[in-house]
C-alpha cells in the first residue's frame, strides 16, 4: 500500500497503545517560531473580529434588503449577550473590526507564505489521495476502528481541517472586502450573490470558525495535550513523532 | 527517526508561560463587556485615519459607477428608513426663502435657490443605499452634480474638503473632494420621482453611492470648501470619517 514509507517511520511499538512512558517518547521541533508567532497573534485577532463583528451585527439583526424577504438565520433581530461582544456600540465595533483586520490579513499572508517556502504544507495541505485516510480516521474516532491509522506530522483529517480553515479564513476576508467597499470593489460584491448575500456569508463564516475553535481546543486536550506545548515552545513530546 | 534536539525536557518555562498569559489577557481583554478600547482609542483613530487614507487613494476611482436598477427594483417606501437627529422632523420655515450658500475658499462664492439649482443639467439614477448599521434599501434620486456646482464656484487648488451645515439641530459633515467629484455625488432634490420629503432631507440633501449613509447629509443649508478637515456629528464620536465604500 501506498502508507508504507509512512510506517516505516513509526515507532516499532503501536501507537494507540503507547501508554505510560511519556518521557521516553523523542522530543522533536514541531513547529517553526513563524507557525507559532502566526498561531497566536491569530487567536487573538480571530477573536477580535468575532466579538466586533458581533457588535456591528446589533445595529441591524436581519440579511437581506430592507423590507425583506430577509435570509433564514437562526439569529435573526436577536442580540448577542454584551460579553460576545467588542466596541460597546456600532462606532466602537467598526473601530475594532477595521483595525484589527489589516493584521488578521497580514498574520495569515504571513502564514500562508512561509507554508510555501518551507514546504511545510505538503504535512498540512489536504489532497484527494487524504480522502480514504481520512475516512479511516474518522472510523477510528467513532470507534468503529480500534487501531490509529498510521500518520505523519497530521493526520488526513487534521490536513483536512487545516486547509479548510485556511480557506475559511480567505473567504472571510473576501466577504469581508466585498461588504467593506460593495461599490469600488463591486465585481467582488457580485462575485458572493450581491451586497446582502456578502454580508450573509461573512456571518455564516463566523460560525463556522466558532465551531472548528471549539472541536480544535476539545482535540488539543482530549486526544493530543503535548500539541499545546508544541504550539508554545515548538517543541513536541506527544503520541504522533513521527513527521512526513 | 528525527534528530534528537538537544534540549532540556522541561515543563513550560517562564517565558512560555509569559506568552500564554500574555495571549490569553488579551483574548480575554478583547471580549469584555462593552469594551470601547479604553487607552487604546488613541490607535483606533489611527487606524480608522489610515482606513480612510487607503479609503481615498486606494480604493476611490470615478470610474466606478455604482449600478443602477430598473424602478422596478425600488425598496417599498415604507420600508425606506429615514434618519434626523431633531424630532420632530426638521422643516425649513419658509421655503421660498430657503437657498444654498456656497463659500469658503473659493472664488465665486453662490446662493443658489432651489429653482437655480433645479434648472441646472440633472443627474437621475436608481441605485442601492447602504447604511452603517448594516442595512441596504434601493430608491430613484434626482439632482445636481454636485461637480457641477464645484465648477461653478471655482473653489482654490487647496481646498482639499467640503464642510456641509444643516438645519437638522447640529448636524454637519466633512468630505473630501475626491468623492465630491464623483460623478455620481449630487445635491439631490426629488425621492422616487417626487419632490424630496421632508423625512428624506427637504429641500436639498446630498446623495451618492460612494458613501455611506449618515455622509449623505439632510437638510443642507451651506457648502464650504476648507483646507482643514472638518469633522462630523458621527464621526466625532467615532465613526470612519471617509465612510467610503
Known amino acids: ?244 | 527517526m528525527t534528530d534528537q534536539p538537544d534540549r532540556p525536557d522541561r515543563p513550560l518555562s517562564r517565558r512560555d508561560l509569559l506568552r500564554l498569559g500574555l495571549t490569553a489577557g488579551a483574548a480575554s481583554l478583547a471580549t469584555a463587556c462593552g469594551w470601547q478600547g479604553g487607552p487604546l482609542i488613541p490607535a483606533l483613530r489611527g487606524a480608522s485615519h489610515l482606513n480612510d487614507w487607503v479609503g481615498e487613494n486606494v480604493f476611490l476611482s470615478h470610474r466606478h459607477l455604482a449600478h443602477q436598477y430598473p424602478v422596478s427594483a425600488r425598496t417599498p417606501e415604507p420600508n425606506f428608513p429615514a434618519y434626523s437627529i431633531a424630532r420632530p422632523l426638521p422643516r425649513v420655515a419658509d421655503p421660498a426663502a430657503w437657498a444654498l450658500e456656497v463659500g469658503g475658499k473659493v472664488r465665486k462664492p453662490a446662493r443658489l435657490t432651489l429653482e437655480m439649482l433645479q434648472a441646472m443639467p440633472r443627474v437621475r439614477y436608481t441605485i442601492k443605499h447602504h447604511c452603517v448599521e448594516g442595512w441596504s434599501a434601493i430608491a430613484t434620486w434626482t439632482g445636481v452634480p454636485l461637480a457641477s456646482v464645484v465648477a461653478l464656484v471655482e473653489p482654490t487648488e487647496d481646498a482639499r474638503y467640503l464642510r456641509f451645515d444643516t438645519f437638522d439641530a447640529n448636524y454637519y459633515n466633512g468630505w473630501d473632494r475626491e468623492s465630491a467629484l464623483h460623478p455620481q455625488t449630487i445635491l439631490a432634490y426629488a425621492f422616487n420621482d417626487r419632490p424630496l420629503e421632508p423625512a428624506h432631507g427637504a429641500p436639498l440633501r446630498l446623495y451618492s453611492p460612494v458613501k455611506l449613509g449618515y455622509k449623505l447629509t439632510k437638510y443642507l443649508t451651506k457648502v464650504t470648501f476648507t483646507t482643514e478637515k472638518p469633522g462630523g456629528y458621527w464621526e466625532d464620536q467615532g465613526y470612519p470619517w471617509l465612510g467610503g465604500i
Open chain 1, 1 to 244: 500500500m501506498a502508507e508504507i514509507p509512512v510506517i516505516a517511520e513509526l515507532p516499532a511499538e503501536p501507537i494507540a497503545a503507547a501508554p505510560a512512558a511519556p518521557s521516553r517518547r523523542p522530543l522533536i521541533k514541531r513547529h517553526h517560531g513563524i507557525v507559532r508567532l502566526a498561531h497566536w497573534a491569530n487567536t487573538v485577532l480571530l477573536l477580535g473580529m468575532i466579538a466586533s463583528g458581533l457588535q456591528i451585527y446589533m445595529a441591524f439583526t436581519h440579511f437581506g434588503l430592507r423590507g425583506g424577504p430577509y435570509y433564514p438565520n437562526p439569529w435573526d433581530g436577536k442580540p448577542f449577550p454584551a460579553w460576545s461582544r467588542l466596541g460597546g456600540w456600532l462606532a466602537g465595533g467598526l473601530s475594532w473590526h477595521f483595525a484589527l483586520a489589516w493584521p488578521f490579513v497580514l498574520t495569515g499572508l504571513v502564514y500562508v507564505a512561509y507554508l510555501a517556502v518551507s514546504g511545510e504544507w505538503r504535512s498540512i495541505l489536504f489532497r484527494p489521495s487524504d480522502v480514504p485516510r481520512a475516512w479511516q480516521m474518522q472510523l477510528y474516532y467513532l470507534r468503529l476502528r480500534k487501531e490509529h491509522p498510521p500518520q505523519g506530522k497530521h493526520n488526513a483529517l487534521q490536513k483536512f481541517a487545516y486547509t479548510f480553515i485556511v480557506l475559511l479564513g480567505a473567504l472571510s476576508v473576501l466577504t469581508g472586502f466585498a461588504v467593506y467597499k460593495p461599490v469600488q470593489l463591486s465585481w467582488l460584491t457580485a462575485l458572493f450573490g450581491g451586497y446582502e448575500l456578502a454580508r450573509y456569508w461573512h456571518f455564516w463564516a463566523v460560525w463556522i470558525f466558532v465551531a472548528f475553535i471549539f472541536v480544535h481546543v476539545a482535540l488539543v486536550f482530549l486526544v493530543d495535550p503535548a500539541s499545546l506545548r508544541a504550539m508554545i515552545t515548538g517543541w513536541y513530546r506527544g503520541r504522533f513523532p513521527s513527521h512526513d
